[in-house]
């Protein structure tokens, strides 16, 4: 099987990621955005594992859903007390340790 | 038993400084007891040394190690020949005489006590000087004498003078003592010892840029530790310390330890002619410094420590001429102990009776109120000024004689300097001599002017006069009893070894030119201190009178050329620190702090400039791994 085109695709959903990343301000998108480069990443791992035809790939990308799913529930919570104590989701409005 | 000779002495300055208080009463006499000891302990050895064959007469005791290091053995030794028994005889003898008379001297002084313990010390460590047996051990006594000298010239350390006067003395010879170790050092290195056997005899077989250099650096430390020019300004005021310890110490045996350096080290300079040279320059030139300066003093210690400048520049002389003139240089110095020490006995007596005064012109027909000082004194000066048959005579007139048998035009230009001195001391002494004891009485007037009664001066007790009669009796007869059948010759020759010279004209001739030439200073003095009154205040004076005056500007020129040239260099040695060192420094840290200014600027808080910075160093490390797997 010819990898190419999964790669392709990932290649594209990881730009599409890191660029919300740099250039979008809220909180939320950004987070999405670091979702979508994570799957990105699952999706070539897939794609490699299909191409070899063993299984490693395939239990690295579980392993990247389980971190990304503990990563939410503790950047949602953080992205939550930001909102209650700074009224905005804006990252560039908490570029201060303090408030 | 030569150990002996340096406890005794030793002993006595741990007692009285240790002691305390409690030996106030007592310390005197626990001081002169122990000195005489060391006199007798002296004799003793001398006697056993005549009985011997003279080519064994030298005796090393070795004590024990000092410092023992593989391949740097530096032993406690004592070396006794003829030369150092000399020395042992001359500062036990003069010391003890002058132990006696400070009993008198300084009955009044409430530190008595410290005085005689420093004098104690004093003696050991002159004792350990000429007794050591080798360079290192010699160095010990030299700092020795360097600090019992300090000690006793700021004696009165109230008075700011004398405490100023004791620094002079020790940080010029310090400069001396630099000398000194110096050449210890290069000994050292090129001989790989500095005991005086394996030195001087190993002298053949080394370069004689070496050796030159080597007596050089001894010339220095001779010239800090004896005065002589150019090292020669603090032995003037070094007469701020009590009358015995100039008498002592800076008359008669620590100022003549230069010449014994010289004369102890003659295989080098024998060895060295430019070194040799240089010696006999120093000496002349010294020679007639003193005598200059003494012509103007009206302090009577001033002019008479110029002239043992002076006469030490004799001494020099006669050490820088070689074989020629070693033997007579010791005699002139032992004769010298006998002369000058009494002068200056003679002189503490005439302040003992004149409440301290030492200026001169407020002297005057002194003789028919201290007999015996006058008497004592007039010997001592008759001795200093070469009168026929007195002891100055026969030891001078040979250095003269030695120095014509140079031979050449530094043998004319020698004498012709020898003799110069020889009239100008007659002058000096003779001035001091009328204006102290012949002429008005000049005191009487000062008292008058002050509205008291006049203050008879009064000779002074017997424990002080009996040293004095002493010593008279030695410079009256010591130059005679030397030379007669030159006893002094045969007794010194195996050591400093002697070749007999021969002055172009014949030896009658120079010793007639001697007396003409005394006799014509003591005129001139007569002309102008004898037979007019003396004022009572100094004439202005010609330019030389007042050079003179000044010490022919010594001071001056020591300030102007070391003390500001010394705060030149340390002002641009500062401004290097600062300018340099300190840029340097300082630089190093501003950069460091600018570059982290700017680096702060990235920790700016705002989390995707963050991400920027990451992605950014992701992206270059997959192209680094790109171009190293393409490469």
New interface residues.
């Given amino acids: 099987m010819n990898p190419v085109n999964y790669l392709y695709l990932a290649a594209l959903l990881f730009t599409i990621g890191?660029t919300g990343?740099?250039?979008r301000?809220n909180a939320i998108v950004?987070f999405m955005c670091i979702e979508l480069m994570l799957n990105a990443c699952n999706l070539a791992l897939v794609a490699f594992s299909r191409m070899h035809g063993n299984l490693d790939g395939q239990i690295v990308a579980f392993f990247t859903m389980v971190v990304a799913a503990a990563e939410v529930v503790v950047g949602l919570a953080i992205i939550v007390s930001l909102f209650r104590s700074r009224h905005s989701a804006s990252?560039?409005d908490?570029?201060?340790?303090k408030l | 038993m030569i150990a002996l000779l340096i406890a005794a002495p030793l002993l006595g300055a741990a007692v009285l400084l240790v002691g305390g208080r409690r030996l106030d009463a007592v310390g005197h006499w626990i001081g002169t007891l122990l000195a005489s000891a060391s006199f007798v302990i002296g004799l003793v050895l001398f006697a056993d040394l005549l009985g011997r064959e003279a080519e064994q007469r030298t005796v090393v005791q070795h004590l024990f190690s000092w410092i023992p290091v593989a391949g740097f053995q530096a032993d406690v030794a004592f070396r006794l020949d003829q030369l150092s028994m000399t020395f042992v005889l001359l500062i036990t003898g003069v010391g003890s005489l002058i132990h006696v008379y400070s009993i008198g001297y300084m009955e009044h002084d409430e530190r008595r006590r410290r005085f005689f313990g420093y004098l104690n010390l004093f003696l050991a460590a002159m004792l350990l000087l000429v007794l050591a047996d080798n360079y290192l051990l010699l160095y010990f006594g030299w700092e020795g004498v360097g600090l019992a000298s300090y000690l006793l010239i700021g004696f009165w350390q109230h008075k700011p003078s004398a405490a100023t006067a004791a620094k002079k003395a020790f940080l010029v010879n310090r400069v001396g003592d630099m000398g000194l170790s110096i050449a210890i050092m290069l000994m050292f290195l090129t001989f790989g010892s500095f005991a005086f056997e394996p030195v001087l005899s190993q002298v053949g077989d080394t370069s004689e840029g070496r050796l030159t250099a080597i007596g050089l650096m001894l010339l220095l430390a001779a010239c800090g530790k004896s005065a002589q020019v150019p090292l020669q300004s603090w032995l003037g005021d070094a007469m701020e310390g009590p009358t015995p310890v100039s008498a002592l110490i800076h008359a008669a045996t620590m100022v003549t330890a230069g010449v014994y350096l010289i004369v102890r080290s003659g295989a080098i300079f024998n060895a060295a002619p430019d070194a040799q040279l240089a010696v006999t320059v120093v000496g002349a030139v010294t020679l007639l410094f003193g005598a200059v300066v003494g012509c103007a003093k009206d302090d009577i210690k001033k002019a008479l420590a110029a002239s043992t400048m002076s006469q030490i520049g004799y001494m020099m002389l006669a050490a820088g001429l070689g074989p020629l003139g070693y033997v007579f240089a010791i005699m002139h110095l032992v004769t010298h102990g006998f002369f000058k020490a009494g002068l200056f006995l003679g002189a503490g007596s005439v302040m003992h009776g004149m409440n301290d005064e030492v200026d001169m012109r407020k002297y005057g027909g002194l003789r028919r109120y201290m007999p015996v000082t006058f008497v004592t004194f007039g010997l001592g000066y008759l001795a200093i000024i070469g009168f026929p048959g007195l002891s100055g005579f026969f030891s001078k007139d040979k250095i003269i004689e030695a120095a014509f048998a140079k031979g050449g035009t530094e043998g004319w230009i020698l004498g012709g300097v020898a003799l110069l001195g020889a009239a100008v001391t007659a002058f000096y002494m003779t001035r001091v001599m009328l204006m102290t004891f012949f002429g008005e009485e000049r005191w009487r007037d000062r008292a008058e002017a002050s509205g008291q009664a006049a203050a008879t001066p009064h000779e002074s007790p017997g424990v002080m006069t009996i040293p004095m009669i002493v010593l008279a009796v030695g410079s009256v007869f010591g130059g005679a009893f030397f030379s007669i059948g030159d006893r002094f010759l045969h007794w010194l020759e195996p050591v400093t070894g002697h070749s007999e010279g021969h002055p172009p004209v014949g030896a009658w001739a120079v010793t007639a030119a001697t007396v003409v030439c005394l006799l014509i200073g003591v005129a001139v003095a007569w002309a102008q201190y004898g037979r007019r009154p003396v004022p009572a205040v100094a004439p202005r004076g010609s330019l030389l009178t007042r050079a003179a005056r000044r010490d022919l500007f010594q001071d001056d020129f020591n300030h102007v050329v070391l003390v500001r040239g010394g705060e030149h260099l340390t002002r641009s040695l500062v401004y290097v620190d600062h300018t340099l060192v300190d840029g340097v420094v300082n630089g190093a840290a501003a950069s460091v702090g600018g570059l982290s200014g700017r680096m702060r600027r990235l920790q700016n808080g705002f989390a995707r400039s963050y991400a920027v910075s990451m992605f950014g160093g992701a992206a270059l490390l997959v192209a680094a791994t790109l171009l190293m797997r393409a490469v």
């Fill in positions: 890191a990343v740099l250039i301000r950004l990252v560039d908490a570029s201060l340790m």
